[in-house]
T-cell receptor, first 112, second 112 residues
Framework: GDSVTQMEGPVTLSEEAFLTINCTYTATGYPSLFWYVQYPGEGLQLLLKATKADDKGSNKGFEATYRKETTSFHLEKGSVQVSDSAVYFCALGGGSARQLTFGSGTQLTVLP | KAGVTQTPRYLIKTRGQQVTLSCSPISGHRSVSWYQQTPGQGLQFLFEYFSETQRNKGNFPGRFSGRQFSNSRSEMNVSTLELGDSALYLC???????????FGPGTRLTVL
């Protein structure tokens, strides 16, 4: 079945540091890939998405490129801020099943 | 446009009771999915409804059920509550049966 493997957390960075959160997937067919963010006490917010190979999703300074050859969708940001502190989830949809399949989440803490 | 709303936001029940959670999707969205989020199991898909019909179901016991009304609003019901049902229950809506899902803030269920 479909699965998502996500970089274990927690990750602690200083403000303005470079962020990478690794995500790899296993799926049949041609899934769409997503990054969701969850702030404390809230639901999930869609951060960015990519629907086909080599697509780059971007939003709020975050980027991720759909790499079919390495089955990866790593999240990057050049300069993190304290307000980026949250839990980040990688997800795939539209593989062998309709629903979203999530990774385990990565807790990011950014210190001033 | 208003987002996905879920009621109630917090709920405390005791073992053996039953509970009903409600979800109102974004206006115009016709598909509603439910997910359970726990620290141990992460985010797990419960079921998906589209046009008042359950289209997909995750690996949960029959105590978990749901329905969708003609206005696309959805409810999920859990009968004979167990301690392990304590979780954040997230509802997500999408325009049709596509993969870009928008999440509500969740209902935090505590079973004592």
């Amino acid at each position: 079945g479909d699965s998502v493997t996500q970089m274990e957390g927690p990750v602690t960075l200083s403000e303005e540091a470079f962020l990478t959160i690794n995500c790899t997937y296993t799926a049949t067919g041609y899934p769409s890939l997503f990054w969701y963010v969850q702030y404390p006490g809230e639901g999930l917010q869609l951060l960015l998405k990519a629907t086909k190979a080599d697509d780059k999703g971007s939003n709020k300074g975050f980027e991720a490129t759909y790499r079919k050859e390495t089955t990866s969708f790593h999240l990057e940001k050049g300069s993190v801020q304290v307000s980026d502190s949250a839990v980040y989830f990688c997800a795939l949809g539209g593989g062998s099943a309709r629903q979203l399949t999530f990774g385990s989440g990565t807790q990011l803490t950014v210190l001033p | 446009k208003a987002g996905v709303t879920q009621t109630p936001r917090y709920l405390i029940k005791t073992r053996g009771q039953q509970v009903t959670l409600s979800c109102s999707p974004i206006s115009g969205h016709r598909s509603v999915s439910w997910y359970q989020q726990t620290p141990g199991q992460g985010l797990q898909f419960l079921f998906e409804y589209f046009s008042e019909t359950q289209r997909n179901k995750g690996n949960f016991p029959g105590r978990f059920s749901g329905r969708q009304f003609s206005n696309s609003r959805s409810e999920m019901n859990v009968s004979t509550l167990e301690l392990g049902d304590s979780a954040l229950y997230l509802c997500a809506s999408s325009l049709f049966r596509d993969n870009e899902q928008f999440f509500g803030p969740g209902t935090r269920l505590t079973v004592l």
